[in-house]
DNA sequence: GTCTATACTTGGATAGAC
DNA sequence: GTCTATCCAAGTATAGAC
């Protein structure tokens, strides 16, 4: 307490700290314009600011869509991942999931996400950038599936690799096609569903094997 | 039989029309270079041949894509749509799926529609086509799925709307995972799960009502 | 760190010769 | 129908003044 949180350099982040800000403006571009039409002139003009500044601080706007992309991740992270890790159900995880899903709706992160995954395929390098930056999320999935299962009977049946690359390739795919319309109606009848019908799939992973041996 | 078939005025489809070949290119670059990468001249340059003839035979970039686009939808359902009608098991479908995608996987098909719904971010106009263009398929498969649950015990719990826009929607984000490293393997290694566990699917559906009220 | 100015490249699109 | 030439807008990036 006292003012010694403001003693920051403001070459570090901060409220008012330009390369956050030119980060969110990326955001607000690729979330509005896409990956095609994130350039630096739009994404300066989105952000106010000039469009020199961009190269100053990240190099080059691929840097940029980068950066915007860690960002991304990590308010993700550190918004949902606590609760993720605690969940313990899959009723819990369903109903996360839809919480999860219109949130990212707001903020538009998926969005971003998928936009960045399209980009991939017009510049490699930022492909495989991307792909880094997906995996953990991935992981994370996995491990939580791995727990999940891990006892049931259904174990042996349910590779967890596989069931979370299907999540995470459904809920970029979902997002991609709430966009083309801006109906996310559809979206949310099916996540609702999954909420719906989480607990019969946490019946089914009650039935358990005898613990040891 | 005789030389009538060679009496095409060479303005409709033929094997070195033109139009046709310069919607290949546009789809070959949309699948190598992604929709940011696919420009005018990207495209003459792939197809080898003027840029001003796209705009000559299409009057501009945008129409071309969604000409492309177009032929895509049209190939794919000449080879599988009547395969698909014909499937009348889960299981028939889990493996008619798995054959398409290592189809589409080569010719490309899905990352050009992938990147097309990634575009239609940056051009809204574009996204509606593109989202009109998609409804077909989706309807296919939402009918496919009424056909089979109907009678089913499980009629009244599955929205065959809902499941369909899932279906579609994993499809598009398997393949567009998938392409961001290149690596395939885990989209086959799902796929064949689909087939593994299909026919567990079917025997649920298999439990039907007494037909006729 | 930020701004102006600028160099250079690529892209969409058209005019006009062939 | 096709090609060359060209216009102009937009893009990335840098230099240099402030």
Redesign the pocket.
Known sequence: MGPIEQQRT??DEGPGA??PRIVDAALETLRSHGFA??????IARAGA?????I???F????NLLLAALDTVSARRMAAYGPVFERAQTISELAFLAREIYAEDLQNGYVTVLGEMVAGGVSDPELGREVASRLQPWMEMVERKLGVLVSGSLLEPLIPARDVAFAIVALYLGIDLLSQLDGDHARAESLLDLGVRYAPLAGTLLVARQAPGR
């Open positions: 403001d070459t330009t390369k039409g994130a350039s630096a002139r739009q600011f000039n469009q020199a500044l190269f100053y601080h190099g080059s706007v691929r």
